[in-house]
C-alpha cells in the first residue's frame, strides 16, 4: 500500500476554531487532493495540488484553505470551523492519470 | 459540469451470482474512469482503470466496461463471495486534460451467505 498517513485521525472541535488537518505521503507523488465525504453527497473535491505550491479549488473549497511546501505534505484548514464542515475528510495522492492511493480518513466533528 | 451517477440504493445478492453495478455520467466522455471499493471507516481503494478505447478490462472476478455512447461503465463481480460486501465507486476527471477528479456517491453492495 501506497504511504499515505492523515492526522489526527479524530477532532472534536468549537464552532469558529480553526483546524488544520495533514496528509503526508511517501510516494513522491506529484498530486495530491482533499474530499469530503458525507452521507448522500459522496466523496467531493474540496481543494487538489499538482506540485509544490500550486493548488487549485474543487467543487466545494468555500471556508477552507490549503498548502503545499513540500512534495509530501498537504495541509487542509478550515479558517473557522463550522457545523457544516462536520465530515469525514480524505486525502489521496497519485502521479496523474493513474490510481489515486487514499488515506485512513479524519473523522471532523465541529460543535 | 460533469456529473456521476450511481444507484445510490444498496444491492443484494446471493453469494455466486453475478454482481452488476452502473455508472453513469453526463456531459464530455472521459479518457478513461476509475472503480474504487471502500470499506466501512477506510479510504477507498483503487480497483480498476479503462480507457475510452477500451470496451472491456478484466481483473480476477471483476469485469468493467465502458460505453461512450452510452455515456455509462459497468461494473461486474462475477461468483461473488460475502467478502465483495462493499461500497464501490466510479471515479472520472472533472474536464479533459485535468487530474481533478469527481466520484459518485456509490453503490453498497450486500452479498449474502
Known amino acids: 500500500d501506497a504511504g499515505i498517513t492523515q492526522s489526527p485521525r479524530h477532532k472534536v472541535t468549537e464552532t469558529g476554531t480553526p483546524v488544520t488537518l495533514r496528509c503526508h505521503q511517501t510516494?513522491?507523488?506529484?498530486?495530491m487532493y482533499w474530499y469530503r465525504q458525507d452521507p448522500g453527497h459522496g466523496l467531493r473535491l474540496i481543494h487538489y495540488s499538482y506540485g509544490v505550491k500550486d493548488t487549485d479549488k474543487g467543487e466545494v473549497s468555500d471556508g477552507y484553505s490549503v498548502s503545499r511546501s513540500k512534495t509530501e505534505d498537504f495541509l487542509l484548514t478550515l479558517e473557522s470551523a463550522t457545523s457544516s464542515q462536520t465530515s469525514v475528510y480524505f486525502c489521496?495522492?497519485?502521479?496523474?492519470?493513474?490510481?489515486?492511493?487514499f488515506g485512513s480518513g479524519t473523522q471532523l466533528s465541529v460543535l | 459540469s460533469q456529473k456521476i451517477e450511481q444507484n445510490s440504493e444498496a444491492l443484494n445478492i446471493q453469494e455466486g451470482k453475478t454482481a452488476t453495478l452502473t455508472c453513469n455520467y453526463t456531459?464530455?466522455?472521459?479518457?478513461?474512469l476509475q472503480w474504487y471499493r471502500q470499506d466501512p471507516g477506510r479510504g477507498p481503494v483503487f480497483l480498476l482503470l479503462?480507457?475510452?478505447?477500451?470496451k472491456e478490462k478484466r481483473k480476477e472476478r471483476l469485469k468493467v466496461t465502458f460505453d461512450t455512447t452510452l455515456k455509462q461503465s459497468l461494473f461486474h463481480i462475477t461468483a461473488s463471495q460475502p467478502a465483495d460486501s462493499a461500497t464501490y465507486l466510479c471515479?472520472?476527471?472533472?474536464?479533459?486534460?485535468?487530474?481533478?477528479?469527481?466520484f459518485g456517491t456509490g453503490t453498497r453492495l450486500k452479498v449474502l451467505a
Open positions: 510516494e513522491n507523488h506529484r498530486y
Open positions: 456531459n464530455y466522455s472521459p479518457a478513461y
Open positions: 479503462i480507457r475510452e478505447n477500451e
Open positions: 489521496a495522492s497519485g502521479h496523474g492519470n493513474e490510481k489515486l492511493f
Open positions: 471515479a472520472l476527471p472533472v474536464s479533459s486534460g485535468t487530474y481533478k477528479y469527481i
